[in-house]
């Protein structure tokens, strides 16, 4: 079993920054990629980074060049830092685990996930 807790999330202005964290516990999380997934109100879930084990990384265009996924696997930790936040990044965001260990873009596929953390960036 794995257990994924965010913290992180906030108000900021618009241009501004925040670094959200994913801890997790479970002897095997160091093997998983840990993907981050947002939903607005209204709106599907979308995908938004990942990263492997090993730290590569992958991310959806929406927000390549502003956010950057990294993992410390010796806190069991994931990090999204996120810059130059726009309003339409506004948003839930939750990190998930995948036990197939592979990166997927579809919510569906990944098998933990935490209770989210709000962000919302006004304009």
């Known amino acids: 079993q794995v257990q994924l807790v965010e913290s992180g999330g906030g108000l900021v202005q618009a241009g501004g920054s925040l670094r959200l964290s994913c801890a997790a516990s479970?002897?095997?999380?160091?093997?998983?990629?840990v993907a981050w997934f947002r939903q607005a109100a209204g709106k599907e879930r979308e995908f938004v980074g990942a990263v492997t084990w090993s730290g590569t990384t992958y991310y959806a265009d929406s927000v390549k060049g502003r956010f950057t996924a990294s993992r410390d696997n010796a806190k069991s930790t994931v990090y999204l830092q996120m810059n130059s936040l726009k309003p339409e990044d506004t948003a839930v965001y939750y990190c998930?685990?995948?036990?197939?260990?592979?990166?997927?873009?579809?919510?569906?596929?990944?098998?933990?996930w935490g209770q989210g953390t709000q962000v919302t960036v006004s304009s």
């Open positions: 998930a685990a995948s036990v197939s260990y592979k990166v997927s873009y579809y919510s569906g596929d990944y098998d933990y």
């Open positions: 479970g002897r095997t999380f160091t093997s998983y990629p």
